[in-house]
């Protein structure tokens, strides 16, 4: 395992992104909601991106007169989420109206803010801090503990990241097309002392277990339980991973990420359907993750190799199931 860093957001692929998700935005009220409180924890004054050239430069107004500001300024980021979210709390206000005025201005208000995206990454901010929530930003550009990939790997995305296969390369890749915030196999703690709980009363009742419920080998830990459920203790069972004094376990999703209304989703790719251990810590770590409520239904993402011969089909999943929701 070890800590990683995560790559910066591509404007042009949020540029694409933000415009997908505009075309059929799935609650604009509660986006308007949210964007019109995050607004009041901005800094005030106006932020303008002045184009010369190739240079791009910043400023604001200060008693009538223009004062530049530097990228390193504290404020500038903050000036310039409170631009772009003003921006698009217009354009979530015009969404639905059929008068072609608001039409034509609603299309205007978007290209607008896909340049002023651009201009500001082409004059060196994160784009990342200014088209995220907090919550979104924090979260993804925290570090975290990933589990150990082999730098090695002939499977690597566009931006270098070594991974485990052609079709997770592939999914990584439209996730980037998109400009989706991604973690990709974050180490998650989950506590699942209940569950044991509930298995150790079941083996009881049914006259399964006799002694403690798990034990001590030269393994790890040692499940005694009946013969169809013994895979928890073959080698690479999440299972082998329980740590009783806590009541957690250690799971590695393929794919997290971070909506804007700060829920997580999670997308596992099935790769190694064929095997058998490999598919029952599949459909463990999914009955899991639903069971104790870390990601909901509506945010839980399951593919398979033999779907996701193609990146394009890796998009249509994206573009359907998680832009829509990742923007406001």
Request: hydrophobic content about 30%; some cysteine; proline content about 5%.
């Amino acid at each position: 395992m070890r800590e990683v860093h995560v790559t910066p957001l591509n404007p042009e692929a949020f540029c694409r992104s933000i415009e997908i998700a505009l075309k059929n935005p799935p609650d604009p009220e509660g986006s308007i909601e949210r964007i019109r409180k995050s607004l009041n924890r901005l800094s005030e004054g106006p932020l303008y991106v002045s184009p010369q050239g190739r240079t791009i430069t910043f400023y604001t107004i200060v008693d009538g007169k223009q004062k530049y500001l530097s990228k390193k300024s504290k404020r500038i980021h903050s000036m310039a989420r409170r631009r772009y979210q003003a921006a698009l709390l217009t354009i979530l206000q015009l969404t639905g109206s059929s008068r072609k005025r608001d039409i034509k201005r609603r299309a205007a208000c978007i290209s607008r803010l896909q340049e002023y995206v651009t201009n500001c990454a082409k004059g060196g901010l994160d784009i990342s801090s200014i088209v995220l929530t907090k919550a979104q930003h924090d979260w993804f550009t925290g570090k975290f503990r990933q589990k150990y990939i082999n730098p090695d790997s002939p499977f690597k995305t566009a931006n270098g990241m070594p991974v485990r296969s052609k079709s997770e390369r592939d999914v990584i890749n439209s996730y980037d097309d998109f400009a989706v915030p991604i973690h990709y196999e974050e180490q998650m703690t989950i506590y699942v002392r209940n569950l044991v709980d509930n298995l150790e009363r079941t083996l009881v009742q049914n006259r399964l277990l006799q002694g403690p419920l798990y034990g001590y080998d030269e393994t790890g830990i040692h499940w005694n339980v009946p013969r169809e459920l013994q895979w928890m203790n073959a080698r690479g069972s999440i299972w082998k991973t329980y740590d009783p004094p806590h009541g957690t376990l250690s799971l590695y999703n393929d794919i997290r990420g971070m909506l804007a209304d700060g829920s997580l989703f999670v997308h596992e790719h099935e790769g190694m359907m064929d095997d058998f251990i490999y598919r029952c810590n599949s459909s463990e770590r999914s009955s899991i993750l639903k069971y104790t409520g870390v990601v909901s239904r509506d945010n839980f993402i399951e593919t398979y190799e033999q779907e996701i011969d193609t990146r394009e089909k890796a998009s249509s999943i994206i573009e359907c199931q998680v832009v829509p929701r990742l923007w406001f």
